[in-house]
């Protein structure tokens, strides 16, 4: 109670400015740092895409199951339900979400909500309307209400101008999708917001990031299908050539940064918009590794419009920045990453599967 109070308090000290900004600034950092033993209210957007519900895994662990909420505007299944709160959320209304935050007290933000690289391509409007318009929405409203906002970036942020190995924190960026200019777009507002309003605002620009969960319309997916593919059927057609270098991370790795990243004190942060990374390999190389445990892989190599895509983006990320301002770190390569996968998906599909087919021969 007490400390709901503080929380009001300072909300609506600042907006009658009878506190020094300073003092504004420390009482708020308490409450979102937890010292006031209070731990953030969280609230996940586009919360069943490929990092939603492991995100929430995570977060939960650190934060209590019921201090993060999961949203979409997905029904979810059985097992989401049950693994705590999940709420309907539409990010393109703005009354809805205003709702939300008020009614569930939310400190934090973390807005997942995006059309992918290759599917955003099949459908610009839609794109513009969820990657752009939704991205307007979310900084408005933690503005507003003095949120923490999250807003991941990515490879895709850069364009054939940039320079592709390394790829540097500040750089040409001129993307060729309309992703990427909605994510350049998010990480230009999100600052000016930081620097108009003080919104604390942080973006980090991922890699492609490989988990079993099956991501969806992007063009690193490659990189997760192969372990499906091949630990069924020992065969993979590929779309994009066997050289194509793109940087990557594993889930686990990607997931841990954001909460670090999240935590870092402000003064730690020189910059609103970090790269980072964990490796960079080509779809030949990962082939490879992989033969280890398909030992008759054969993978065949049918370059489509992802290429194009794919050849623009930077081929080896430079996150030297996060490294050195919030000591990042990663901890897979891709011998980590490849073992991990491999186990993950024949442990959670293929015999999840193989024992529903057996159960329902029986029947
Ligand atoms: C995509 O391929 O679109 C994403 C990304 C790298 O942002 N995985």
Redesign the pocket.
């Known amino acids: 109670m007490f400390r709901k109070c503080l929380t009001s308090l300072v909300q609506n000290t600042v907006s009658v400015g009878t506190l020094t900004p300073k003092a504004t600034e420390f009482l708020r950092r308490s409450v979102h740092n937890g010292s006031l033993g209070r731990p953030p209210k969280i609230l996940i957007t586009g919360g069943l895409g490929q990092l939603g519900i492991e995100c929430a895994k995570l977060l939960r662990s650190q934060y209590g199951k019921n201090n993060v909420i999961l949203s979409d505007i997905i029904k979810p299944n059985d097992a989401i339900c049950e693994s705590g709160p999940y709420i309907f959320a539409d990010i393109l209304d703005f009354k809805g979400l205003q709702k939300i935050i008020v009614d569930h007290q939310v400190d934090w933000l973390i807005h997942f909500s995006a059309l992918?690289?290759?599917v955003g391509e099949q459908n610009v409007p839609l794109a513009v309307k969820v990657n752009i318009e939704g991205v307007h929405n979310v900084i408005e409203l933690a503005k507003q209400y003095k949120l923490r906002i999250f807003v991941p970036s990515?490879?895709?942020a850069f364009g054939p101008d940039s320079p592709r190995n390394p790829t540097p924190n500040v750089t040409i960026q001129r993307p060729h999708t309309i992703?990427g200019v909605a994510k350049v777009h998010a990480e230009l507002i999100g600052e000016y917001y930081y620097h108009k309003f003080g919104l604390d605002f942080r973006c980090l620009r991922?890699?492609?990031?490989i988990s079993s969960d099956p991501?969806g319309g992007?063009?690193?997916?490659y990189a997760v299908a192969i372990f499906h593919e091949a630990l069924r059927t020992g065969k993979y057609t590929c779309y994009l050539r066997p050289d194509t270098r793109l940087p990557m991370m594993y889930i686990e790795d990607c997931l841990r940064s954001l909460l670090e990243f999240m935590r870092a004190p402000s003064e730690q942060l020189k910059r609103r918009v970090y790269n980072v990374t964990a490796m960079s390999f080509t779809p030949e190389e990962l082939a490879y590794k992989l033969s280890k445990y398909v030992p008759n892989l054969h993978v065949t190599y049918q370059p489509d419009s992802r290429q194009q895509i794919a050849d623009s983006w930077p081929e080896v990320f430079d996150d030297s920045e996060a490294r050195r301002d919030w000591n990042w770190q990663h901890k897979y390569d891709l011998d980590g990453l490849v073992d991990y996968m491999v186990k993950d998906v024949q442990e959670n599909y293929i015999n999840v599967e193989n024992g529903q087919r057996r159960a329902s021969a029986k029947i």
């Open positions: 992918l690289s290759a990515t490879i895709g992703y991922f890699p492609g990031v991501p992007g063009t690193t997916d």
